[in-house]
Each structure stands twice: as structure tokens, then as C-alpha cells.
């Protein structure tokens, strides 16, 4: 079966930095694309990033373009979300999902179970 699994997630300070990943297992990673989602405490669901399957085009929301960094290793079957110049409102619970297609298309089939982010001094 299709498991996505976050990790890396923890406290950091303002301006500091982190990497999440996701392990993903129970279908042809290289064959779709991923992307990121968060949502904050009392908050809607946010989309962060995505890629592509073979990782050739990235995206991003406004709110993290210049400081997130999307990538994927398909040998590992991985994806990851470098996180620097962290702001206290990027405090979330982060989660990677599956796209149907190779795409983005922003059409989710599975996620993960989420990883928490914390910015505070």
C-alpha cells in the first residue's frame, strides 16, 4: 500500500533552518509528481511546493519562494523541503502529498501523516 512518511520536523529559531523529508514507499515514485502542504494552528490547509516526477520544474507559494527549496532523490524514493530564513508563520504541521499525475496538477491522492515545524525564539 502507498505510505508517504514526514520526518525532520522539530523547533527552530527565527532565521534558522530545517530539512524535512518524506519516505515514500508502495508505488512508482519516479512516475508522479510530490509536493508540500502545511497548515498552521486555527488555519486552513496551505500549499507550499511541488515538483515535478522527474524533477525537472519546481514551484512555489508567494509566502516561501526564495527561502524553500523543493527536491527529490527517485533512487531513494524521497522527498525533500529545505526550509531557511524560517519566520515564526511558518509554524506548521507540514505534509507531503502524491499527485495523480507526472505533473503538478494539485490533484492529491495520498498523504502523509504530517511533521510539525515550530519557529520560535
Known amino acids: 500500500q502507498v505510505q508517504l512518511v514526514e520526518s525532520g520536523g522539530g523547533l527552530a529559531q527565527p532565521g534558522g533552518s530545517l530539512r524535512l523529508s518524506c519516505a515514500a514507499s508502495g508505488f512508482t515514485f519516479s512516475s508522479y509528481a510530490m509536493s508540500w502542504a502545511r497548515q498552521a494552528p486555527g488555519k486552513g490547509l496551505e500549499w507550499v511546493s511541488g515538483?515535478?516526477?522527474?524533477?525537472?520544474?519546481?514551484y512555489y507559494a508567494d509566502s516561501v519562494k526564495g527561502r524553500f527549496t523543493i527536491s527529490r532523490d527517485n533512487a531513494k524514493n524521497t522527498l525533500y523541503l529545505q526550509m531557511n530564513s524560517l519566520k515564526p508563520e511558518d509554524t506548521a504541521l507540514y505534509y507531503c502529498?502524491?499527485?495523480?499525475?507526472?505533473?503538478?496538477?494539485?490533484?492529491?491522492?495520498?498523504w502523509g501523516q504530517g511533521t510539525q515545524v515550530t519557529v520560535s525564539s
Open positions: 502529498a502524491k499527485e495523480r499525475e507526472a505533473t503538478m496538477t494539485q490533484l492529491y491522492d495520498y
Open positions: 515538483i515535478y516526477s522527474d524533477g525537472s520544474d519546481t
